[in-house]
């Protein structure tokens, strides 16, 4: 579990995020949605401990980062495995050596414990007979597959995902997700997601929590969000026909 307490943090004289707490459970997915300069970035950052907050906690598990020296930082990041927007993949390498780099960089472990369990991840993905090839060979989706099976390889505690479905069509988007939400559970992992897609907030949001001009606004499920009196949140979630239809469908279904 990571909680995060009483966060604030500012640039220049202006405030990002205005004492934000959340609590991001484990073996959950946890989302943090908003729009585009609503401090959701630097939330997670934070969290990372990529930007320092003025003020505030963020507690692993009861260790809080905030406290930290930059060697204790380092070995918490031995803990957490990240995905990054575009992949991140080393075009140099194959799948298998993509797999492996975070494995031969932090463990100990010999070659063929590195192969093995590279192996394991990269079949946990379903890209059995891909590790052979280059990322410039394979499709958009199966390379966050690839980014995926790196960032569990040191099977982490925590993983963070920063906007996992850019670029890739509805249908692979919807695989990556239900992947990610397989591995959470599966591996009783603290997961949290920065995403803009909506189907990812409906289809796999176990604790969501939403931020506005750098204020935590609203927590909840995919469930009570269609129940939602916050305008802010309906405006973002439901904007487009097909989200308001969904919600008028799942609303109107409910008491039957």
């Given at each position: 579990?990571?909680?995060?307490?009483?966060?604030?943090?500012?640039?220049?004289?202006?405030?990002?995020?205005?004492?934000?707490?959340?609590?991001?459970?484990?073996?959950k997915?946890?989302?943090?949605?908003?729009?585009s300069?609503?401090?959701?970035?630097?939330?997670?950052?934070?969290?990372?401990?990529?930007?320092?907050?003025?003020?505030?906690?963020?507690?692993?598990?009861?260790?809080?980062?905030?406290?930290?020296?930059?060697?204790?930082?380092?070995?918490?990041?031995?803990?957490?495995?990240?995905?990054?927007?575009?992949?991140?993949?080393?075009?140099?390498?194959?799948?298998?050596?993509?797999?492996?780099?975070?494995?031969?960089?932090?463990?100990?472990?010999?070659?063929?414990?590195?192969?093995?369990?590279a192996?394991?991840?990269?079949?946990?993905v379903?890209?059995?007979?891909?590790?052979?090839?280059?990322?410039?060979?394979?499709?958009?989706?199966?390379?966050?597959?690839?980014?995926?099976?790196?960032?569990?390889?040191?099977?982490?505690?925590?993983?963070?995902?920063?906007e996992?479905?850019?670029?890739?069509?509805?249908?692979?988007?919807?695989v990556?997700?239900?992947?990610?939400?397989?591995?959470?559970?599966?591996?009783?992992?603290?997961?949290?997601?920065?995403?803009?897609?909506?189907?990812?907030?409906?289809?796999?949001?176990?604790?969501?929590?939403?931020?506005?001009?750098?204020?935590?606004?609203?927590?909840?499920?995919?469930?009570?969000?269609?129940?939602?009196?916050?305008?802010a949140?309906n405006?973002?979630?439901?904007?487009?026909?097909?989200?308001?239809?969904?919600?008028?469908?799942?609303?109107?279904?409910?008491?039957?």
């Amino acid at each position: 579990m990571i909680e995060v307490r009483n966060l604030t943090k500012s640039f220049d004289g202006r405030t990002i995020l205005h004492d934000v707490s959340a609590t991001f459970e484990t073996g959950k997915t946890n989302l943090i949605i908003g729009q585009s300069g609503s401090g959701k970035t630097v939330l997670i950052k934070s969290i990372i401990g990529l930007i320092r907050p003025e003020k505030g906690e963020i507690l692993y598990d009861g260790r809080d980062i905030m406290k930290m020296d930059t060697d204790q930082i380092k070995e918490l990041r031995k803990e957490i495995g990240m995905l990054f927007q575009g992949s991140a993949l080393f075009d140099s390498e194959t799948v298998l050596g993509n797999v492996a780099f975070p494995l031969t960089m932090f463990t100990d472990m010999t070659a063929a414990e590195i192969y093995d369990r590279a192996q394991f991840c990269i079949e946990r993905v379903n890209l059995k007979g891909a590790d052979s090839k280059y990322p410039s060979e394979i499709s958009g989706g199966m390379q966050k597959r690839v980014a995926i099976a790196r960032a569990i390889a040191l099977n982490p505690k925590y993983l963070f995902c920063d906007e996992p479905n850019s670029g890739l069509d509805p249908r692979t988007s919807i695989v990556i997700d239900e992947l990610l939400s397989d591995i959470t559970h599966e591996y009783n992992i603290t997961t949290i997601i920065n995403t803009h897609d909506m189907n990812s907030v409906l289809g796999i949001g176990e604790n969501i929590i939403f931020i506005n001009k750098g204020y935590r606004e609203w927590v909840g499920d995919m469930n009570q969000i269609y129940h939602t009196a916050n305008e802010a949140l309906n405006n973002f979630v439901f904007a487009n026909d097909l989200f308001q239809k969904v919600k008028q469908y799942v609303l109107s279904h409910e008491h039957h």
